[in-house]
Every structure is written in C-alpha cells, then in structure tokens.
C-alpha cells in the first residue's frame, strides 16, 4: 500500500449539496479500487480561484489522505479528467515518511 493525497476542484457554479456528493462517489470509487480514504475528506468549501479556469472564478476544493496500492488510482484519475463537474485535481503520492506520519502505512 502506498499514501497519496488527492486534491479536486469542484466547480463554484454547483450548487453546495451536489458538489459534496462529489465525496462519495471518489470515497466509493477509491474503495472500489481496493484502496481506502483515511479519516474524513478535508472539505475546504467553496472558495475563490487564484485565477480563472474554464471562465470560472470560484471552485470548491475537497482533499482526501488515501492508502492503495500502486497503479490502483488510474481509474478514479481517468474519471475525474473528464467529468464535466471538475476544474482541476492532483493525485500526489506522498512520500514513505509522510505517509507514515499521516497513518496511512506502517513506518
């Protein structure tokens, strides 16, 4: 198992309940994969953008602290690349040392 950290951008013009079922669906589809979201999705809310993406100027961001095996994300990646509903997202594996200080894997 490895620890990544998964930040997404939703779009501002959603409305607040559709955009966090948006943490479902990626809680389900990483769970899916046979990885596991730890602890609670950060919800930061809807916030302005440092700069326009697709014309639009606020986006909700979402962060998840996930543990799954190498290569095991591709899916859920793919998936948000093209889902209409996301301005951005960044699948960063952490490294061991993180990981570990964040409970994700064993030390």
Do not use: C
């Not at 953008?49 to 543990?67: S, W």
């Not at 998936?79 to 994700?104: F, T, W």
């Amino acid at each position: 198992m490895r620890g990544y950290e998964l930040m997404i951008i939703l779009d501002g013009s959603l409305d607040e309940p559709v955009a966090q079922q948006w943490v479902a669906t990626v809680t389900k589809a990483v769970k899916a994969a046979g990885g596991d979201v730890h602890g609670k999705a950060d919800w930061w809310g809807k916030r302005r953008l440092a700069y326009p993406i697709n014309k639009k100027e606020d986006g909700y961001y979402i962060v998840f602290n996930i543990a799954a095996a190498g290569g095991a994300l591709d899916e859920l990646e793919r998936s948000l690349r093209i889902a209409d509903d996301v301005l951005r997202h960044k699948l960063l594996r952490l490294p061991e040392a993180e990981a570990a200080r964040r409970g994700l894997v064993a030390a």
